[in-house]
């Protein structure tokens, strides 16, 4: 069935440094890929999303890119700070479905 | 503008008891997710409206969980008789359309004990 996995589960990243999540898909017919930061105990709030019709998609410090072929996508975080320690989801929209499937988060820690 | 609420905000039962959580879109959305989130996972879709009618509830276990979207706006989950397993936060979201941007209430935490 539909899948997306994500990698890593945990990062630890020196304050300043970047920060790369990377996430798989299954089906190919997904063309919406959202990204969520879900800070302990709060809801999940979207940060940035891309559509297949893009690759690559910039807001400030975060970006995200988009490979159709490999079927993977992935978040970058540049110069980061403090208040980026949160837990990161993927998704993934299943055209053929309407139904968005999850990636399992990475635990994203900064360390000052 | 007014995000999604959810009432309760935390609920803790024994098992076997019955349980319901409340939801209120923003105002407008005709999308309406209901979503089971298990700690340290990303949320698990339990059920889909569009306006008043469920058009996704695959993953929604039906011999316990039923849930209504009365009138196409608010919507009630329900879990009757609840299980140790069913402890989890219960969020909820909402969009314009599907595949447009969904956003999330504060959640419902249960505790089943």
């Known amino acids: 069935g539909e899948n997306v996995e994500q990698h890593p589960s945990t990062l630890s990243v020196q304050e300043g440094d970047s920060a790369v999540i990377k996430c798989t898909y299954s089906d190919s017919a997904s063309n919406y890929f959202p990204w969520y930061k879900q800070e302990l105990g709060k809801r999940p709030q979207l940060i940035i999303d891309i559509r297949s019709n893009v690759g690559e998609k910039k807001d400030q410090r975060i970006a995200v890119t988009l490979n159709k072929t490999a079927k993977h996508f992935s978040l970058h975080i540049t110069e980061t700070q403090p208040e980026d320690s949160a837990v990161y989801f993927c998704?993934?929209?299943?055209?053929?479905?309407?139904?968005?499937?999850f990636g399992s988060g990475t635990r994203l820690s900064i360390r000052p | 503008e007014a995000g999604v609420v959810q009432s309760p905000r935390y609920k803790i039962i024994e098992k076997k008891q019955p349980v319901a959580f409340w939801c209120n879109p923003i105002s407008g959305h005709n999308t309406l997710y209901w979503y089971r989130q298990n700690l340290g996972q990303g949320p698990e879709l339990l059920i889909r409206?569009?306006?008043?009618?469920?058009?996704?509830d695959s993953q929604l276990p039906k011999d316990r969980f039923s849930a209504e979207r009365l009138k196409g706006v608010d919507s009630t989950l329900k879990i009757q008789p609840a299980e140790l397993g069913d402890s989890a936060v219960y969020l909820c979201a909402s969009s314009s359309s599907p595949q447009e941007t969904q956003y999330f209430g504060p959640g419902t935490r249960l505790l089943v004990l």
């Open positions: 409206y569009e306006n008043e009618e469920a058009v996704d």
């Open positions: 998704a993934a929209s299943y055209s053929s479905a309407s139904k968005i499937i």
